[in-house]
């Protein structure tokens, strides 16, 4: 049952930022169809951003009004919700409607706006969620959570979303159209250097159609967690009967002992999954007695800021960062960096740390890394070691550590705040919302509005010497 509760913990914990991340991977195709073209990613930062009204109304009721709102039903129709948008979105998406006299995807604009509702309202609903059961299956969700981004990179890959090559372009002929050449060779005076991509391996669709059925998956999953909890108070109950019959038959417990301390083991199989589960943050943890107000304000701003980085900050600016380089670096850097996320998790399922020290170290760690992303990014296009298979090494590889650094202390934050109580996970859920909102107002100016970081065609664009 514990590894079946693991399980549950995990595919449900996919279904909290699934939908919003296959679109996101499926952008490159999206805006070669759409009548917004490039465009199109600033419309979805607005959108997604408009989407926190959703978390901002469940914290608020949970300040004003505590203990009247339950996670339950909400979080059945906000997955539900995500079912139905990812399933019309696979038939809706190209469909246009005419806007001050300009086509627009308002059929997309919608149901993104419904999908991000979903994921931002995650924030606050699943994790709350998690808080009532046992602490370790936490680490499982958020595993989960990390898959979420993975599962459709990896889908999006097998697509063929993004594949560019460099084709050689001769001069216009007398039609007026460019005359393309070999694909690889030394280009003459007379030529130049185009970006061709290759065509996806499958429609949208059959993309859309995938995120839904991920989504149905999702639902399944809260279906028989929230049912788990139930069959095994039960039998704890019933256990407890037992042992309270069979401690009469023996000497009474000493001070300090509970009725079923039988000398240290337990009574029951079951026990003893309860028992190893429940064997960090539970009332004897040291931690939770020891976390004063300032403790509590550092781990909320560590949440703040590591989401502020990992969700608004630097995802505005990767493709400045690593295209420069070359398009198998931005590729690699954005698929690793989603594997670097479970990973992250996994490792802290097996090796957790509860120390503040450590976590400030590791922030600051993974914000150095992102220092560097950054630093690459408003260079572009022209960054450092940009013809040196090195430069391509070294943006890959600061990618996934400021993923996979920023990822354990995510993990670890929501971890001691699981062990405090259920209103400090929807405070996590409500820090996690707000930096990442704070982090896209920060940048979308900045990128889409003053223009400080150059983008530049890697093939046609060549750096002074």
């Known amino acids: 049952m514990a590894w079946l509760t693991h399980l549950l913990a995990c595919i449900f914990g996919t279904g909290s930022w699934m939908a ?17 073209g490039w465009y199109l990613p600033s419309y979805l930062i607005i959108i997604i951003q408009l989407a926190n009204i959703g978390p901002l109304f469940i914290t ?17 129709l906000v997955v539900s919700t995500g079912v139905v948008s990812c399933f019309l979105l696979a038939f809706l998406w190209q469909h246009t409607t005419p806007v001050a006299g300009q086509p627009h995807s308002t059929a ?17 609903t699943f994790l709350p969620f998690m808080a009532h059961l046992q602490p370790c299956y936490v680490t499982s969700f958020f595993i989960g959570e990390g898959l979420s981004g993975l599962i459709p990179a990896l889908f999006a890959l097998v697509q063929g979303v993004g594949i560019a090559t460099c084709v050689h372009v001769g001069p216009p002929n007398g039609n007026g159209s ?8 030394n280009g003459t005076a007379e030529e130049s250097m185009e970006t061709r991509y290759s065509p996806a391996n499958f429609s949208s669709l059959v993309f859309f159609l995938f995120l839904s059925a991920m989504m149905f998956s999702c639902l399944v999953a809260f279906f028989f967690l929230n049912r788990i909890p139930k069959v ?59 976390h004063s107000r300032p403790r509590t304000v550092f781990i909320y701003f560590l949440v703040l800021w590591v989401n502020a980085l990992t969700n608004g900050i630097l995802p505005s600016v990767q493709s400045y960062s690593c295209l420069p380089y070359s398009n198998t670096a931005y590729h690699l850097a954005a698929t690793l960096s989603s594997m670097a996320n479970p990973v992250a998790c996994t ?20 914000t150095a890394f992102g220092v560097y992303n950054m630093g690459m990014a408003a260079m572009s296009p022209c960054p450092l070691l940009q013809q040196s298979d090195w430069g391509d090494a070294l943006i890959v590889t600061s990618w996934v550590l400021f993923t996979g650094t920023l990822s354990y202390v995510k993990v670890m934050t929501g971890v001691i705040l699981r062990s405090r109580s259920h209103s400090a996970l929807v405070w996590y859920g409500a820090m996690e919302q707000l930096g990442s909102l704070l982090g896209a107002l920060v940048m979308f100016p900045l990128v889409n509005v003053y223009s400080l970081f150059k983008s530049a065609d890697f093939c046609s664009f060549r750096c002074p010497a």
């Not at 949970?62 to 339950?70: E, F, I, N």
């Not at 490792?347 to 993974?366: D, E, K, N, Y």
């Open 20 to 36: 919003i991340n296959g679109v996101w991977v499926e952008l490159p195709l999206l805006v070669n169809e759409l009548p917004e």
């Open 60 to 76: 608020l009721m949970h300040k004003l009004q505590p203990g009247r709102l339950s996670e339950v039903p909400i979080i059945y």
């Open 108 to 124: 997309f604009f919608i149901l993104a706006f419904f999908l991000s509702l979903v994921d931002c309202t995650s924030s606050v």
């Open 178 to 185: 460019a005359v393309s050449n070999a694909t690889f060779g």
């Open 232 to 290: 095994w108070e039960l039998s704890k109950q019933n256990l407890c009967s037992s042992d309270i019959a069979l401690n009469s038959l023996q000497k009474l417990p000493g001070e300090g002992q509970g009725p079923a301390d039988l000398g240290g083991f337990s009574s029951s199989p079951l026990d003893g999954n309860v028992a190893s589960c429940t064997k960090e943050g539970e009332g004897g943890d040291p931690e939770k007695a020891a």
């Open 347 to 366: 490792i802290a399922l097996f090796l957790p740390s509860r120390s503040l020290s450590l976590l400030g170290v590791l922030s600051a760690t993974g």
